[in-house]
């Protein structure tokens, strides 16, 4: 991507979540759900992050839309921080980031009139006149594929898929810069999953959005991101371009999720990458690298140092002492 202009920065986030203890002599402890994790993202393009459940990569989309606070780091909007002294979102900031909902029946209020729901952030800013605010709304559900009939419906009276047209068309009410699409399609039957991505990758070119895309699937990822960023308990592992990725994963995480791809043709037979034991817990995370108990090539050092994010070949950045270690002997 050439002349890339950064719309986003996200610098040594981390967001804890503390743990009630049972006495008022124990040590207080915190579930480190995102743990210092620092990414850009270019105007207009669409940014993914993927990985495991509990992973971090929700907290992370939750926080940069400010339903969050963070513990500590910043993320900055046109180089602006977007949080004010008491680390909440500032209302102008507010307008420039939306978020699309994994589930698409409890994000809308069951008491409102699709149309009431569209134009709720519209009332909320004070936004033109009840006119223009029913034009916008019908503008908006023409857009996303809505009939403007449908109005005065209540979202119990429509699909999934519908309901999540519904989501998209409220999040660029305000026409904001950054939409944070966090699983919008996960929810979804197949078929409406690939109407959804197309809805949005057309909405995307329209309207010059940047997208960061949250999923587990890396199907779906590849579809609609340019890059994708790994995340493994609370850590980002690696970011790349999505064709960089798929062709030349160098984390041994990373490779696990490609390898864990279905096939669907059982002629075909895959090399699975074989991980040891079960996620750690956030509230006691390893030291050294977050993932050296289940890395099939954990050395002495992965157990002791924390592995920096560092970038091994142009754009491609990978935290892992093996890579770095590679990439040293290569450089000799």
Same mark, same amino acid.
């Given at each position: 991507?050439?002349?890339?202009?950064? &719309?986003?920065?996200?610098?040594?986030?981390?967001?804890?979540?503390?743990? %009630?203890?049972?006495?008022?002599?124990?040590?207080? *402890?915190?579930?480190?759900?995102?743990?210092?994790?620092?990414?850009?993202?270019? %105007?207009?393009?669409?940014?993914?992050?993927?990985?495991?459940?509990?992973?971090? /990569?929700?907290?992370?989309?939750?926080?940069?839309?400010?339903?969050?606070?963070? $513990?500590?780091?910043?993320?900055?909007?046109?180089? %602006?921080?977007?949080?004010?002294?008491?680390?909440?979102?500032?209302?102008?900031?507010? /307008?420039?980031? !939306?978020?699309?909902?994994?589930?698409?029946?409890?994000?809308?209020?069951?008491?409102?009139?699709?149309?009431?729901?569209?134009?709720?952030?519209?009332?909320?800013?004070?936004?033109? $006149? %009840?006119?223009?605010?029913?034009?916008?709304?019908?503008?908006?559900?023409?857009?996303?594929?809505?009939?403007?009939? !449908?109005?005065?419906?209540?979202?119990?009276?429509?699909?999934?898929?519908?309901?999540?047209?519904?989501?998209?068309?409220?999040?660029?009410?305000?026409?904001?810069?950054?939409?944070?699409?966090?699983?919008?399609?996960?929810?979804?039957?197949?078929?409406? !999953?690939?109407?959804?991505?197309?809805?949005?990758?057309?909405?995307?070119?329209?309207?010059?959005?940047?997208?960061?895309?949250?999923?587990?699937?890396?199907?779906?990822?590849?579809?609609?991101? =340019?890059?994708?960023?790994?995340?493994?308990?609370?850590?980002?592992?690696?970011?790349?371009?999505?064709?960089? &990725?798929?062709?030349?994963?160098?984390?041994?995480? $990373?490779?696990?999720?490609?390898?864990?791809?279905?096939?669907?043709?059982?002629?075909? /037979?895959?090399?699975?990458?074989?991980?040891?034991? =079960?996620?750690?817990?956030?509230?006691?995370?390893?030291?050294? @690298?977050?993932?050296?108990?289940? @890395?099939?090539?954990?050395? *002495?050092?992965?157990?002791?140092?924390?592995? *920096? &994010?560092?970038?091994?070949?142009?754009?491609?950045?990978?935290?892992?002492?093996?890579?770095?270690?590679?990439?040293?002997?290569?450089?000799?």
């Amino acid at each position: 991507m050439e002349n890339k202009e950064v &719309l986003l920065e996200v610098n040594d986030l981390k967001v804890y979540y503390p743990v %009630k203890m049972n006495t008022i002599f124990s040590r207080r *402890e915190y579930v480190k759900a995102v743990d210092g994790i620092s990414f850009n993202v270019y %105007k207009r393009e669409a940014f993914g992050i993927v990985g495991e459940s509990g992973c971090g /990569k929700s907290t992370t989309g939750h926080t940069i839309v400010g339903l969050l606070r963070p $513990t500590s780091g910043d993320i900055k909007l046109h180089g %602006k921080s977007i949080f004010s002294d008491k680390k909440q979102h500032t209302k102008e900031m507010a /307008k420039k980031i !939306q978020i699309i909902f994994q589930d698409p029946y409890s994000s809308l209020d069951p008491r409102f009139t699709v149309g009431r729901c569209i134009r709720e952030p519209l009332d909320e800013h004070k936004i033109g $006149t %009840k006119e223009e605010r029913q034009q916008i709304v019908e503008r908006l559900m023409a857009e996303v594929g809505l009939n403007s009939e !449908q109005i005065t419906r209540y979202p119990h009276e429509f699909s999934g898929g519908q309901r999540q047209r519904i989501g998209i068309a409220r999040a660029l009410t305000l026409s904001p810069e950054l939409v944070i699409c966090d699983e919008p399609v996960s929810a979804l039957d197949v078929s409406i !999953q690939a109407q959804i991505l197309n809805l949005m990758k057309e909405l995307k070119e329209k309207r010059g959005l940047t997208y960061i895309f949250i999923s587990h699937n890396l199907s779906v990822v590849h579809h609609l991101c =340019d890059r994708i960023a790994v995340m493994y308990l609370g850590h980002i592992v690696e970011i790349t371009s999505k064709d960089e &990725l798929f062709e030349n994963a160098l984390h041994p995480y $990373t490779k696990a999720l490609l390898s864990a791809i279905p096939v669907p043709d059982p002629e075909i /037979k895959t090399m699975q990458a074989e991980l040891q034991g =079960d996620v750690p817990s956030p509230r006691h995370p390893p030291e050294g @690298c977050c993932f050296h108990t289940r @890395c099939p090539f954990a050395t *002495e050092k992965c157990s002791s140092v924390v592995p *920096e &994010l560092k970038e091994i070949s142009p754009e491609h950045f990978v935290a892992c002492h093996l890579c770095s270690d590679s990439a040293k002997v290569d450089a000799k």
